[in-house]
């Protein structure tokens, strides 16, 4: 179980490093393509949005930065570093989860991405709960 579950935290870390970095460097590009939000009418002086946008890309890669370093001390449940990663999982599963009943079906691509946390969610529980009941 602990290499199912070894492989579930690199992953997603994996996933939250390149998705975080992608984004902040193509903001204009992702928020068009993969939102169709068209950022042609933001100005440089109204440029908020984009800053908030690219702000929040960097905490997805931060969140992914931790999940990489911090992997053993994930899989050994050590406080530190398992409560982090179970509120990034679990956070994001549950705001998935709010936003489609808050604000309709989003396309598969965003269903794809909550079946996938909610499966690392899931085997890194079972790892914890295997871990500490032997």
Wanted: hydrophobic share 60%.
């Amino acid at each position: 179980m602990r290499s199912v579950a070894f492989l579930a935290v690199v992953a997603y870390g994996l996933v939250l490093f390149c998705v975080g970095l992608i984004g902040i460097v193509t903001a204009r590009w992702e928020l068009l393509t993969v939102f169709g939000v068209d950022t042609g009418g933001i100005v440089p002086d109204e440029a908020t949005f984009l800053n908030q946008y690219r702000f929040l890309k960097a905490v997805e890669l931060g969140a992914g930065v931790f999940c990489l370093m911090q992997r053993h001390a994930i899989l050994d449940g050590e406080k530190v570093a398992a409560w982090p990663f179970l509120v990034i999982v679990a956070g994001g599963v549950a705001a998935r989860s709010i936003a489609w009943v808050a604000d309709g079906r989003p396309s598969w691509l965003f269903i794809a991405h909550l079946v996938l946390e909610s499966i690392v969610l899931v085997i890194y529980l079972l790892h914890l709960r295997r871990r500490h009941a032997g």
